[in-house]
């Protein structure tokens, strides 16, 4: 069996639950007749971490390993079983496939790469089930074999030190990499669900604006021909405008709080005043003066001044333009809301910026509250910071990260409800944020080890237990601490960051 000169078909990546699943499937054996000692050298001499090596040291992984070999779908090793080899593949490709730890479910040893267990290693079990794609060709050398490896091959010694260590980063880069897809998830949520909500409304406005616009020009049309003298006219504006000031200043405002019940009564209340009056179609115009608060007094006014023909097309044509008005304020609202959600955005990313800038604090935290907006409805959220506080020198897009970390982590403990509070402060070169929540707090057992990479409380697959680690290392790199004191209902992170980093010491 030679791998010298022979072009492997790239083959599907098989369906690894139904392969792990299936007790019937193929598992990775001895081959039936062992290969050359002589090819499996030509074979070893391809594989990068063992290139340099002499030929006797080639020829010992030759007589001390157990090759094995498989079809496309075989099982090389499953998930929690002993791991008592060091594998070399020799050709084709081992697909891993995590079940328990949800995000990072994938990675690929491919030709040419040396896995399994390495000595100096801590491995005890398998942290996956493998399973090849396409033809296998694998050597096994066990962990027994590893002090005479190491005695009879010197260099092997730093080669696995080098290949721990790029296991190692490689991992660590495949998990952060997840956690901050996780991240970006939650984010996208938000933000959809934020963005949503005043673009609906500005459609909607929009659509109705254009139709109700054609029906209101036709109306003022048909009101203008009903005032016989400028006097009439004059009369009618101005009750328009006393009654559009009314509105205009009740508008958002209430003194004594409205339920839907006495809105209810009050919408029947103008629909019965209009009926009285032969108003057309009263069932369509009372929810319009009613939600705008005008006063039955004010329409008693207007049917004072005006005819019952004039008064109907005068009282119908008023509402239908409160309603032009409310539409177009709900676009320009909507739109006004869109466009703070987008410089909000762009402040939490600090887009178009250089990496370190002269951050505002208080405005990064305002920024990263506003991408948690959809979880915040039922929080009460209170922003402490001093009158006048300097901007700190730091790299803004990472320094939000912390702030998201640190709000979510409150907001999951919360429950989504509760009282959050956000306090900055300056003492002396430091600026110093406390992030307090009254949620369940976290427990004495295991305050020591929240900031442990991959250390998690939360469900299997909705954390990876980096989030921590990650603002640890953020303020590291800052020059600056993070810390927590945790009681029932009582939780505080305190990061402490210098003003001017390039003076922290």
Known sequence: MSIRGVCIATPS?????????????????????????????????????????????????????????????????????????????????VMAQRRKSGPVARFVGRTSRVTGKLPFSRMKAWGADGSSVGPVWVLDIHEDLFNEMLQVIPSMTQRCVAL?????????????????????????????????????????????????????????????????????????????????????????????????????DYEQEIVRWLEEHQVASA?????????????????????????????????????????????????????????????????????????????DLRQSIENTLAMFRSRTGRVEIHVESEPSLPAVSAYGSELNQVWSALIENALDAMHDHGILTISIRVTGQTAIVEIRDNGSGISETIQSRIFEPFFTTKPMGTAMGLGLDTVQRIVNKHSGSVAVDSKPHATCFQVRIPINRLRAY
């Open 164 to 264: 721990l260590l790029d296991r190692v980063r490689d991992f660590t880069r495949m998990d952060e990499q997840a956690e901050k897809l996780i991240a970006l998830g939650k984010l996208a949520a938000n933000l959809s669900h934020e963005l949503n909500n005043p673009a609906s409304a500005a459609q909607r406005s929009a659509t109705s604006l254009s139709a109700e616009l054609r029906n209101a020009d036709e109306a003022k049309y048909r009101l203008g021909l009903l005032f016989r003298s400028e006097e009439e006219l004059e009369q009618y504006n101005t009750w328009a405008r006393q009654a559009r000031e009314y509105t205009r200043a009740c508008a958002g405002y209430s003194p004594i709080p409205r339920s839907p019940l006495e809105a209810s």
């Open 283 to 359: 069932w369509s115009i009372a929810p319009t003066l009613a939600e705008s608060r005008l006063p039955v007094k004010m329409l008693d006014a207007l049917a004072e001044m005006l005819s019952s023909e004039k008064l109907s097309s005068a009282i119908g044509t008023f509402a239908s333009s409160l309603r032009v008005e409310r539409m177009a304020d709900t676009v320009v609202d909507s739109s006004d809301r869109i466009f703070e959600l987008i410089s909000a955005i762009r402040g939490y990313s600090f887009m178009d910026q250089a990496p370190v800038q002269d951050i």
């Open 13 to 93: 990546i098989p369906d690894l639950s139904a392969v792990l699943q299936n007790t019937t499937a193929p598992v990775a054996a001895a081959p039936a007749t062992p290969t050359a000692v002589e090819e499996v050298v030509a074979a070893l001499k391809t594989i990068p971490a063992l290139e340099g090596l002499t030929d006797p040291e080639y020829r010992w992984f030759a007589h001390h390993s157990t090759e094995r070999v498989g079809p496309d779908g075989a099982l090389i090793f499953r998930e929690d079983e002993p791991c008592f080899h060091m594998i070399i593949i020799l050709r084709g490709e």
